[in-house]
């Protein structure tokens, strides 16, 4: 093999290994181009979809324009009460079925609390169940339409443009979608209480089924108590909101009030919601109430 050979050959070589290492060079950056357009692969998301779905946001109350504490009435002495030795307070937990963890807290407290579960909320089931076994009263927590438009009550609202009949199999749902109640309040329902027909309507339902009601007074406007009271329905109705305001000091300053309010009346009903301030409060302050009694709502209905 002569010299000139050689050179060939070797240059042969050369070409060769340079076209090799171009080919690496491709197939590696395509191999990371293509990692990348994988991460954006709509096929490539399925774990991204197992995620559980951010709970949705949701509004227990409508807001009132002024905090109600005392509800207006012509009639200071509606409900009879009995002064005992400790005055008594009812305090129900309203919006019961959204917020797990909270709930959960709430219903572990050794207080006895009562409960209005929102019809179809998602963990129900579960959460009725643990009410129902602790002894805890347990109410519908039935929508109604609110006086804004922009306050939606959630699934199941009876809203007074919806013809009667259905509001009934509405209604009907409702009441039958928390197996373990006793009895029904309103969640919001600010213009559907103001009307004495509609709510009438409601409380005929829950007279036949042998449910009481607690008017959650969302409105100085509100008929069913009124209402309630003339067709012969065990009721009652909110005295105290505990949590307008989501702080855990203020809202023990309305537990504060809960109790004065009970020993001048010898009893009282308060509501709140399931906030963690509102459980950070019956944690921090809810020794306090050792000054009154803590009865189910069912035994302040008359």
């Given at each position: 093999?002569?010299?000139?050979?050689?050179?060939?050959?070797?240059?042969?070589?050369?070409?060769?290994?340079?076209?090799l290492l171009l080919?690496?060079?491709?197939?590696?950056?395509?191999?990371?181009?293509?990692?990348?357009?994988?991460?954006?692969?709509?096929?490539?998301?399925?774990?991204?979809?197992?995620?559980?779905?951010?709970?949705?946001?949701?509004?227990?109350?409508?807001?009132?324009?002024?905090?109600?504490?005392?509800?207006?009435?012509?009639?200071?002495?509606?409900?009879?009460?009995?002064?005992?030795?400790?005055?008594?307070?009812?305090?129900?937990?309203?919006?019961?079925?959204?917020?797990?963890?909270?709930?959960?807290?709430?219903?572990?407290?050794?207080?006895?609390?009562?409960?209005?579960?929102?019809?179809?909320?998602?963990?129900?089931?579960?959460?009725?169940?643990?009410?129902?076994?602790?002894?805890?009263?347990?109410?519908?927590?039935?929508?109604?339409?609110?006086?804004?438009?922009?306050?939606?009550?959630?699934?199941?609202?009876?809203?007074?443009?919806?013809?009667?009949?259905?509001?009934?199999?509405?209604?009907?749902?409702?009441?039958?979608?928390?197996?373990?109640?006793?009895?029904?309040?309103?969640?919001?329902?600010?213009?559907?209480?103001?009307?004495?027909?509609?709510?009438?309507?409601?409380?005929a339902e829950l007279?036949?089924?042998?449910?009481?009601?607690?008017?959650?007074?969302?409105?100085?406007?509100?008929?069913?108590?009124?209402?309630?009271?003339?067709?012969?329905?065990?009721?009652?109705?909110?005295?105290?909101?505990?949590?307008?305001?989501?702080?855990?000091?203020?809202?023990c300053h309305q537990?504060?009030?809960?109790?004065?309010?009970?020993?001048?009346?010898?009893?009282?009903?308060?509501?709140?919601?399931?906030?963690?301030?509102?459980?950070?409060?019956?944690?921090?302050?809810?020794?306090?109430?050792?000054?009154?009694?803590?009865?189910?709502?069912?035994?302040?209905?008359?």
């Amino acid at each position: 093999m002569n010299k000139k050979t050689i050179v060939l050959k070797f240059s042969g070589y050369s070409a060769a290994f340079v076209v090799l290492l171009l080919l690496s060079a491709c197939w590696f950056s395509q191999s990371l181009t293509g990692d990348s357009e994988q991460k954006t692969d709509p096929a490539s998301t399925a774990t991204v979809l197992e995620k559980p779905a951010k709970q949705k946001s949701f509004v227990f109350e409508e807001p009132a324009a002024t905090p109600m504490e005392e509800p207006v009435s012509t009639q200071p002495n509606a409900v009879a009460t009995h002064v005992k030795k400790r005055p008594q307070v009812a305090i129900i937990i309203d919006d019961m079925g959204y917020h797990q963890k909270i709930c959960r807290g709430l219903l572990e407290l050794d207080l006895n609390l009562s409960f209005a579960f929102l019809p179809h909320a998602p963990f129900v089931p579960e959460l009725d169940e643990i009410a129902y076994r602790k002894g805890r009263d347990i109410l519908v927590h039935i929508p109604m339409e609110a006086q804004s438009k922009k306050w939606d009550p959630g699934p199941g609202a009876l809203y007074l443009k919806t013809p009667p009949e259905k509001q009934l199999v509405i209604l009907t749902k409702d009441l039958a979608a928390i197996p373990h109640a006793i009895g029904a309040n309103n969640h919001m329902g600010s213009k559907f209480t103001a009307n004495r027909k509609a709510i009438h309507r409601v409380l005929a339902e829950l007279k036949r089924q042998d449910l009481f009601f607690i008017d959650s007074f969302t409105s100085g406007k509100s008929k069913g108590f009124d209402e309630a009271q003339k067709m012969g329905l065990k009721t009652n109705r909110r005295q105290i909101f505990l949590d307008n305001v989501q702080n855990s000091k203020k809202i023990c300053h309305q537990l504060d009030k809960l109790i004065t309010k009970a020993r001048k009346n010898g009893q009282a009903i308060a509501i709140g919601h399931p906030y963690q301030a509102t459980l950070e409060a019956f944690r921090k302050c809810g020794d306090r109430l050792s000054a009154v009694e803590i009865v189910s709502v069912h035994e302040l209905v008359k």
